[in-house]
């Protein structure tokens, strides 16, 4: 059974920093693209960040772009978002998500339906 864990969300000021985590089990992903977003409440999930396989191509939404950066240990099976200068708009509950293809080279990576996997996320809230 495949799991995405996520962890490391909180409660933080503006302009602090958060380190998010997704751990995956049941499979490896070390060949395949892996993403994070978003949804707030009220609003629909949106794109924040993804990694390819290769590790050498990484995409953002233009909100976080500059700010977050995504990453991934392989040998760990495990991808990371780094949130830097963090904004209350910034609020959301972070989903980790993984593409059960491998070397996937389409340029869809911002559609959630191009990922088969899924986190339960982590809440992240920004106070002003």
């Known amino acids: 059974q495949v799991q995405l864990v996520e962890s490391g969300g909180g409660l933080v000021q503006a302009g602090d920093s958060l380190r998010l985590s997704c751990a995956a089990s049941g499979r490896t992903f070390s060949k395949s693209r892996m993403g994070w977003f978003r949804q707030a409440p009220g609003e629909e999930r949106e794109f924040v960040a993804a990694?390819?396989?290769?590790?050498?191509?990484?995409y953002y939404a233009n909100s976080v772009k500059g700010r977050f950066t995504i990453s991934r240990d392989n040998a760990k099976n495990t991808v990371y978002l780094q949130m830097n200068s963090l904004k209350p708009e910034d609020s959301a509950v972070y989903y980790c998500?993984?593409?059960?293809?491998?070397?996937?080279?389409?340029?869809?990576?911002?559609?959630?339906?191009?990922?088969?996997?899924w986190g339960q996320g982590t809440q992240v809230t920004v106070s002003s």
């Open positions: 990694i390819g396989w290769s590790l050498v191509n990484t």
């Open positions: 998500a993984a593409d059960g293809r491998t070397f996937t080279r389409n340029s869809y990576y911002s559609r959630s339906n191009e990922y088969d996997y």
